[in-house]
């Protein structure tokens, strides 16, 4: 299991590949990479987080995931810092010997990324500074797990 909070961009083609390389007794190698939305006027967005606090929840959720999907590896990355639109903000890799496994656990960390993990998000744009808020259809999605 890999788990990862940086502030350096990622590349995503050498960690996907770097992971299915890895599995090859896996049946089945899930990705999933958020992407900096440019919409409404969006210039950067500053993601800070607590280190130490946030590998430690990504990691506990990422076991329990591990644990409740029979996964044969799990892979996190999440990126902190300035970011522009287009940039990579996030990748979820999950490796299991069936797809329905594999797909399942990488949208349970992915709803989980987006509504529970320490991080904090302020978007700056043509108005000015705003902290992203919590969405009830990002909690409604988590529920369901």
Do not use: C, N
Request: no cysteine; hydrophobic share 45%.
């Amino acid at each position: 299991m890999k788990i990862a909070v940086q502030d350096a961009p990622f590349d995503l083609g050498a960690e996907a590949d770097a992971f299915a390389r890895g599995h090859r007794d896996m049946g089945a190698i899930v990705t999933f990479t958020g992407v900096v939305r440019g919409d409404g006027g969006l210039a950067t967005m500053e993601i800070e987080h607590y280190p130490g606090m946030t590998e430690k929840a990504i990691t506990a959720i990422a076991e329990e995931a591990r644990d409740r999907w029979s996964l044969g590896d799990v892979l996190v990355i999440h990126r902190h810092g300035r970011l522009a639109p287009g940039d990579l903000i996030m990748m979820v890799a999950t490796a299991a010997p069936h797809r329905k496994d594999a797909f399942e656990a990488a949208e349970f960390l992915m709803d989980y990324l987006k509504s529970r993990a320490p991080f904090w998000k302020k978007e700056l744009g043509p108005d000015g500074a705003s902290w992203v808020a919590a969405k009830d259809e990002d909690e409604d999605a988590l529920r369901r797990w």
